[in-house]
């Protein structure tokens, strides 16, 4: 099925991007940027499904940027939507086949860690998958992978250093941490966020860690950065806000946009 959408995408674009980039909420502007756009909607792809979240447009922006060419992804789809885990990371098998090679994963987060302030950004350093399953459970996909694979590099410290080296020439500060994913779309108790602390978790979401087991099983490098929204439950003892969520990585785009270029430019 995901050659079907393949070939569809080949049929309407006719330039092969090697570096995805998937924006998480908020962040969707980020693609305003790119040079000679070219939009396609996920509901026009077939087996595509759509995204429901909110500020998340649900389209691919192909183009360049940063001096290469990228595949924008605006909008991702999420676990609590009610789709499987599969059909969340359908669109990685549909990139794959497009011949991308290197993933930039993206999303808005709760800091764990109490030295995180809100607009923080993190460099994802590692991660662990709370969701009780995997994309992967089912037949192995043999053309894109084995069925036991290794994670131990799963966020490839090439792009790792590249991204620090990025933060720096920007003057920007990097945080670096483990990225836990819930699957919401609750928010967390501030006793979970308790217990996540303790198992070495400095920032949490509800996305990316399904998106970046495909990526790792289907042999393409991965970069993961998120943006802290907020101070998780309980830090704070504040209540979390959905809305505030989406503004706060909204006023830090810019920022997040100037990192994510200088990054494609050094990959
Ligand atoms: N928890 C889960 N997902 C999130 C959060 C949070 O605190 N902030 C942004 N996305």
């Known amino acids: 099925m995901f050659q ?7 049929s309407k674009v006719n330039r092969s991007s090697g570096i995805a980039i998937i924006l998480g909420s908020g962040l969707g502007e980020l693609a305003q940027k790119v040079e000679n756009p070219v939009y396609i909607n996920y509901q026009e ?8 979240a909110p500020d998340h447009k649900g389209r691919f922006v192909f183009g360049s940027f940063g001096g290469k060419e990228v595949v924008f992804m605006q909008g991702r789809l999420h676990y609590y939507e009610g789709y499987s885990l599969q059909e969340v990371t359908f669109p990685i098998r549909v990139l794959k086949e497009i011949g991308v090679k290197t993933l930039i994963v993206t999303n808005a987060a709760g800091g764990i860690n109490k030295t995180f302030a809100a607009g ?3 460099l994802i350093e590692d991660h662990i998958n709370l969701l009780g399953t995997s994309p992967l459970i089912g037949p192995n996909i043999a053309s894109h992978g084995e069925r036991f694979f290794d994670m131990t ?5 090439r792009l790792q250093k590249i991204a620090k080296e990025s933060a720096a020439q920007i003057g920007l500060p990097l945080q670096k941490g483990v990225y836990i994913a819930c699957t919401g779309p609750s928010f967390e108790t501030p006793a979970e966020i308790r217990a996540f602390r303790l198992w070495g978790a400095d920032a949490v979401g509800m996305s990316t860690v399904p998106e970046v087991i495909v990526a790792v099983h289907c042999g ?4 993961g950065l998120s943006l802290i929204t907020n101070a998780a439950a309980g830090v704070l003892g504040t209540p979390l806000c959905g809305q505030k969520v989406i503004e706060t990585a909204q006023k830090k785009g810019r920022e997040f946009e100037a990192l994510i270029e ?4 050094q990959i």
């Open 4 to 10: 079907e959408s393949a070939n569809y995408l080949k």
């Open 45 to 52: 792809i077939p087996h595509f499904k759509t995204s429901t």
């Open 120 to 122: 923080d950004i993190m």
């Open 153 to 157: 590099y799963a966020y490839t410290p």
């Open 220 to 223: 393409m490098e991965v970069l």
């Open 262 to 265: 200088r990054i494609v430019e």
